[in-house]
C-alpha cells in the first residue's frame, strides 16, 4: 500500500526522514530493524534518490547506520551517547531561552502553552510518541524565537537523537516531573524573566539525561 507524502516547502528527502523518525518513534521499526531501500521507495511511490538521502541524513545524526551490502538498520545507541546528547542540548536550550525571552510575542506564548497541554493529554492517555512530539515542538519554538539560525540548525541535528530513543525508557519511568519542567519554563517566558528560563532550560535536559543515565540500558535490549 502506497503512503503519501505530506504536501509542504519542504525536500522530498526531508518529508521521507521526518516519516522515518516518526516509524522510529512509533516503534514500527525498531533498533536493529532493517530498512529496505527498495522496499520504502516503493512504498512511497518515490526514487530512490530521496530515500538514499534521508538514510544518509539519519546516519549523520546517529540514528541508523549504513553497510554497503547489508544496507541500512536502526541503531542502538549506548547510555553515554543518550547523556551526551542531552548536556549537549542542555546549553543549546539556555542560549535559545537566553535570546528568546526579550523577542517571544503573545503567539509564540500561546503555541508553547498549547505544546505542555498536548504533552499532558499524551501522557495521560500513554502515547509517547505523541508525547515526545509535543516535547520537540515546544522546545523548537523557543529555539525558532530566539532568532538565532545556528542555534536552530543545532537543535534540528541534536533533537530526533534523543527522541528517537527516549521512548524505549519512558513506559518504565513516572514522567510527571519532567513534563512539569515545561510549564517552569514556560512561567520563566511568560515573566521574561531571562537568566530564570535559561537556567530552568538547562536544569530540564540535566534531568533528562539523569533519566536516561538511571533508566536506559541498552545491554538489557537484544538487538544488534
Known sequence: ???ELPISGELLST??????LDRITKGYYKPGDRIVEFQLCKELGTSQSPVREALRELAAIGVVTIHSRRGARVRLPTTKELVDNTLVRSEIDALAATLATPLL??????????AYDD???HQASDNYAGMTQADAHFHRLIAMASGNATI???FDRLEPF??????????????KSIIADHKLILDALEM????LAAMRAREHQLAVGVLLNTNYD??????P
Open 152 to 154: 536552530l540548525q543545532s
Open 105 to 114: 510575542d503573545q503567539d509564540t506564548l500561546d503555541k508553547l502553552s498549547e
Open 119 to 121: 504533552m499532558q493529554r
Open 1 to 3: 500500500m502506497n503512503v
Open 15 to 20: 518529508s521521507v526522514k521526518n516519516l522515518l
Open 162 to 175: 534523543a527522541r528517537t530513543f527516549i521512548t524505549l525508557t519512558i513506559p518504565t519511568v513516572n514522567l
Open 218 to 223: 541498552p545491554g538489557s535490549r537484544p538487538f
Open 192 to 195: 521574561r524573566d531571562t537568566p
